[in-house]
């Protein structure tokens, strides 16, 4: 067990290590240079700025400097934003970020079990049929969609009830999280649906749910103590990579609702070409995917009995 | 070739003499194959046929594919072409309209006699005594006139499309006059035939309450100079009918029909032509290194979890930074590279399992021990086995690209304006979604539409084409 942690933290070591590499190269492939785009400016003053952000230097060293940097976990200083570095954007807007995210990730989670559920009782009946339309839709719907098509459902209601029932934008309370979690989250419980469908239906005809049935227990206590435990196993899989698909998510949700979460700062550091906020950032959320998806792959061999975590792979 | 199926024997005084009912002859060998033998992809297909679902996607792609290659040769309208006196216009079909003059110069209204900039009075503005125009109205300008208001150093002019309930619901201020004595406005912003509600409310230092309002009536016009671009001989005062816009106008007065159909050839060959690339790579780089195996096969698995652990947007926003596009150029060839890049893994890994798993198979070792070479191998029975699989994960993989298109237009990284998009064309459109929802609605809608069919499509070939996945229902 201990070995085996041990074994992918190293192995995700290496791969933020390389993505931080991938990420150096790519930004300095960039045709131009970060300062160009600033005013015309005496070759003294230009000169100065190279050595501020370490310009001046062969790219080797750059390259060693940027890794000692991420190693030490400091980002650099952005170059559209006068003294204020990478870490600073992180501290200020990765909370929002997350608290959404986590909003969201508890919206998939919840409703796709619940109605994952409902569609596997009522199989091929009418609630089924419903959800599942409702499930194909919901994957077959890009995000930012569902983003304004929610803005304005609920420009439409405040507008029709005379008062503010969420707001439509902006951040600070938890009314102005309602939709966006809701919004963030809906592809994700959709797909979390339909495998949870699945996955009750196969658990359905499994031995210990016949066993279960014999022994004369009532349908709830199997349904909730038999199936439901063992069918919502493959749902926690799939939550490293359902994370991932909600923080990119959250780019669009994000700026749609005028949310200040990191992911909208990303997107306007890529449109204003901030080099040192690309580069940071794209570290940042890599090694935050990269473990997340470790982190719950630990917990899904915690969780099930059956997977003695280091004798796969 | 006849063949009787064979029956229990029955009584005949139950079944009378119909022929299917007589016994069957002994000399009936069990042995023949009752149906004709199909092939797997005939297989396929008649499992495909029964799946109304997949045939209706099936339908849909068509559709879509025809739309794309052959609606330009019947709709041959720009989609670069821009109409400005028609911007984010809602669908239309045969608006005719009258070719109106140019209106003369305008000469404002003002009175000699009137002060220009009194002092503020003690009591509250009053409400202008009347509102008229000046000369006709039309969608080119409304020019207003009103009658002064004593104590007032300017007055602010209001439209709203919605007749005002009372004071505060006189919609946008569009303008405002500095001194009391002019007394007339012209007004020629963003003008479209329809009903406005014109309120002038008087003004010194802070507005009056109230004010009066005006309709007025705007009838479909065109100026002289607009008319005769459409027909060289146009008169003024003809009625001419302009040219239809099935699914409306965009912000800027460009064809939506049109610009969907050109977006969709840049989002269908984008989410069309990518998987189909990167599935190539991947098989050709997973069946190789499933074959070779060895270190061979072990380096390309390490090289392909690394890639798989990249974070997949995040990394296509990276690239798209790097390959980007200069001036001139439409961002497609640097997003299907970096599509390419980061997602030949996927089918790599397929391509590999499929391999390895039949390279131990009986029917292989019994071909390898025929003495067939490795060629006849590969195309015989390797690919033409592993096919279906990877034609399922294909289908897949469309939808997913066209997601990706989409999602990286719609953040402003994907294609370059002015090339349009399904992706683009919402990012445009997301902006006056409040006003005009027409403009987001129609590509959001055709994204889904596609994504939906190729999911369902999807779906059905892999329970045609995969006995192993079909799905649970």
Not at chain 2, 40 to 52: I, T, V
Not at chain 2, 124 to 140: K, N, T, V
Not at chain 2, 403 to 423: Q, Y
Request: a neutral charge; one cysteine or more.
């Amino acid at each position: 067990m201990a070995s085996y942690i041990l074994k992918r933290v190293l192995w995700g070591l290496l791969t933020v290590y390389f993505i931080a590499t991938a990420t150096f190269v790519a930004m300095h492939s960039v045709p131009g240079d970060p300062i160009m785009g600033a005013k015309a400016m005496s070759p003294e003053i230009r000169a100065n700025l190279e050595r501020r952000y370490g310009l001046d230097q062969p790219l080797g060293v750059q390259y060693g400097i940027f890794l000692a940097n991420m190693a030490r976990g400091d980002f650099g200083i952005s170059y559209t934003q006068q003294n204020r570095s990478v870490n600073d954007i992180i501290r200020e807007h990765f909370p929002v970020s997350a608290l959404l995210g986590i909003l969201a990730v508890v919206v998939a989670t919840a409703g796709g079990i619940l109605f994952g559920s409902i569609t596997a009782l009522y199989r091929n009946k009418r609630p089924d049929r419903l959800i599942m339309l409702g499930v194909i839709l919901g994957i077959s719907v890009p995000g930012f969609v569902f983003a304004a098509l929610g803005q304005f459902g609920l420009t439409e209601l405040n507008a029709l009830s005379g008062r503010e029932v969420l707001p439509v934008g902006g951040w600070g309370t938890f009314s102005h999280m309602v939709l966006p979690a809701l919004v963030l989250g809906l592809g994700t419980m959709a797909f979390f649906t339909r495998l949870m469908r699945s996955s009750l239906l196969e658990i359905v005809s499994q031995d210990f749910v016949r066993t279960a049935r014999a022994k004369g227990l009532s349908p709830v206590r199997i349904f909730f103590s038999h199936q439901l435990r063992n069918a919502i196993l493959p749902v926690i899989t799939i939550l490293g990579p359902a994370i991932a698909t909600i923080t990119t998510g959250g780019f669009v949700v994000e700026s749609v609702f005028a949310i200040p979460g990191l992911g909208r700062y990303f997107v306007q550091a890529v449109q204003q070409l901030d080099y040192t906020v690309i580069m940071g950032l794209t570290v940042f959320y890599g090694a935050f995917l990269v473990f997340m998806v470790i982190a719950v792959d630990i917990v899904y061999g915690l969780v099930d009995p059956r997977i003695s975590l280091g004798k796969e792979t | 070739m006849e063949m009787t199926p064979a029956l229990p024997r029955m009584h005949e005084r139950e079944v009378g003499t119909h022929p299917d009912f007589l016994p069957a002859g002994r000399r009936t060998a069990a042995q023949v194959i009752s149906r004709p033998s199909l092939t797997y992809w005939e297989d396929a297909w008649l499992r495909l046929k029964r799946n109304r679902q997949a045939l209706a996607s099936l339908g849909i792609v068509s559709a879509l594919l025809l739309l794309t290659l052959v609606g330009p040769l019947f709709w041959r309208v720009d989609p670069a072409a821009q109409e400005l006196n028609r911007i984010s216009e809602s669908p239309s079909f045969g608006v005719r309209a009258r070719v109106i003059e140019e209106p003369g110069t305008y000469e404002e209204l003002t009175r000699s006699d009137w002060p220009e900039s009194p002092a503020a009075p003690e009591r509250a503005l009053e409400i202008p005594r009347a509102i008229g125009l000046l000369d006709e109205p039309s969608i080119l300008a409304v020019r207003l006139r009103w009658e002064p208001v004593e104590g007032a150093a300017g007055y602010v002019i209001y439209r709203s499309d919605r007749a005002p309930e009372g004071a505060g619901s006189y919609g946008v201020p569009v303008g405002e006059v500095l001194g009391g004595n002019r007394l007339s406005y012209e007004d020629r912003f963003n003008l479209s035939p329809g009903e406005y509600y014109y309120t002038i409310v008087a003004k010194n230092g802070m507005e009056a309450d109230r004010g009066i309002t005006r309709k007025v009536v705007l009838e479909p016009g065109i100026s002289l100079a607009d008319a005769q671009l459409l027909r060289a001989d146009a008169r003024v005062g003809e009625i001419l009918s302009l040219p239809s816009h099935p699914l409306g106008t965009d912000y800027l007065g460009r064809d939506l029909l049109a610009r969907l159909m050109a977006g969709a050839r840049i989002s269908l060959f984008i989410g069309i032509l990518a998987p189909l690339l990167w599935t190539f790579t991947g098989v050709l780089l997973g069946g190789f290194a499933g074959y070779a195996g060895g270190r061979v096969d072990g380096v390309l698995m390490r090289v392909t979890d690394l890639v798989m652990a990249l974070p997949f947007l995040l990394f296509m926003i990276l690239f798209k930074v790097v390959l980007g596009g200069g001036p001139g150029e439409s961002g497609i060839v640097p997003m299907l590279l970096s599509m390419v890049v980061l997602s030949w893994t996927g089918p790599a890994r397929l391509a590999r399992g499929q391999v390895l798993q039949l390279r131990e198979s009986e029917f292989i070792q019994a071909s390898r021990l025929l003495g067939a070479s490795p060629a006849w191998l590969l195309f015989r029975h390797l690919l033409p086995n592993t096919l279906g699989v990877i034609l399922v994960s294909l289908t897949f993989s469309i939808p997913s690209a066209i997601f990706t298109e989409a999602f990286l237009s719609f953040i402003g990284m994907g294609v370059v304006p002015p090339t349009p998009s399904w992706g683009s064309m919402c990012n445009d459109g997301i902006q006056r979604f409040l006003t005009y929802p027409h403009e987001f609605l129609f590509p959001a809608v055709f994204i889904s539409v596609t994504v939906l069919a190729f999911n369902l499509l999807g779906d059905g070939l892999r329970d045609a084409l995969d006995p192993k996945m079909r799905s649970v229902s």
